[in-house]
T-cell receptor, first 116, second 112 residues
Framework: GAGVSQTPSNKVTEKGKYVELRCDPI?????LYWYRQSLGQGPEFLIY????????DSGLPNDRFFAVRPEGSVSTLKIQRTERGDSAVYLC??????????????FGPGTRLTVT | GENVEQHPSTLSVQEGDSAVIKCTYS??????FPWYKQELGKGPQLIID?????GEKKDQRIAVTLNKTAKHFSLHITETQPEDSAVYFC???????????FGKGTHLIIQP
């Protein structure tokens, strides 16, 4: 079946601009996660949604980052006033249910964000 | 919070030989330990996982072992093949945060 999809695959933006990154989870998965992966590093957790609500946003680096999931399926990660340090691959993952019900997280291909 | 250490950062083995990657974690509350394989330009792919109530799990050529007392777990790949070349990440879950905590990755190179 279809896996997690992310759009765009690549995004180049200028410092100070606003960007939106989109994630389509696996159909039927209620849990959705965003991670950020810098070059040569493992993914770092940003935010977790269970259904429509952000259950844990402890990984968001600052208030320029925000994410929504209004209908409990597609999610959008929004970054305001982008900085060069925001350049990374942004990964989305989905899971069948909350962590204690289904641990397996399946990742999308990521969006490579470059801030010039 | 949780901290995951992974070694080695690079591992080169001859095709057909075995490869072992080791990870340690800090939070004894963590209870789920997945391994991911990531190829260049792609997202991480879940290859095997283990929960804290199990000491070992095997799936064909790959196996994972967990020592809860020592807080370490390992990935074993036998009869390595060229297509095993990739970056492998270990991760831990359940120590308080709702996301996975990843190690820094091991670049596995299979020499023909």
């Amino acid at each position: 079946g279809a896996g997690v999809s992310q759009t765009p695959s690549n995004k180049v933006t200028e410092k100070g601009k606003y960007v939106e990154l989109r994630c389509d989870p696996i159909s039927g998965h209620t849990a959705l996660y965003w991670y950020r992966q810098s070059l040569g590093q493992g993914p770092e957790f940003l935010i977790y949604f269970q259904g429509t609500g952000a259950a844990d946003d402890s990984g968001l680096p600052n208030d320029r980052f925000f994410a929504v999931r209004p209908e409990g399926s597609v999610s959008t990660l929004k970054i305001q006033r982008t900085e060069r340090g925001d350049s990374a691959v942004y990964l989305c993952a989905s899971s069948l249910g909350p962590g204690h019900l289904s641990y397996e997280q399946y990742f999308g291909p990521g969006t490579r964000l470059t801030v010039t | 919070g949780e901290n995951v250490e992974q070694h080695p950062s690079t591992l080169s083995v001859q095709e057909g030989d075995s490869a072992v990657i080791k990870c340690t974690y800090s939070d004894s509350a963590s209870n789920y330990f997945p391994w991911y394989k990531q190829e260049l330009g792609k997202g991480p792919q879940l290859i095997i996982d283990i929960r804290s109530n199990v000491g070992e799990k095997k799936d064909q050529r790959i196996a994972v072992t967990l020592n809860k007392t020592a807080k370490h777990f390992s990935l074993h790949i036998t009869e390595t093949q060229p297509e095993d070349s990739a970056v492998y990440f270990c991760a831990a879950y359940g120590g308080g945060a709702d996301g996975l905590t990843f190690g820094k990755g091991t670049h596995l190179i299979i020499q023909p």
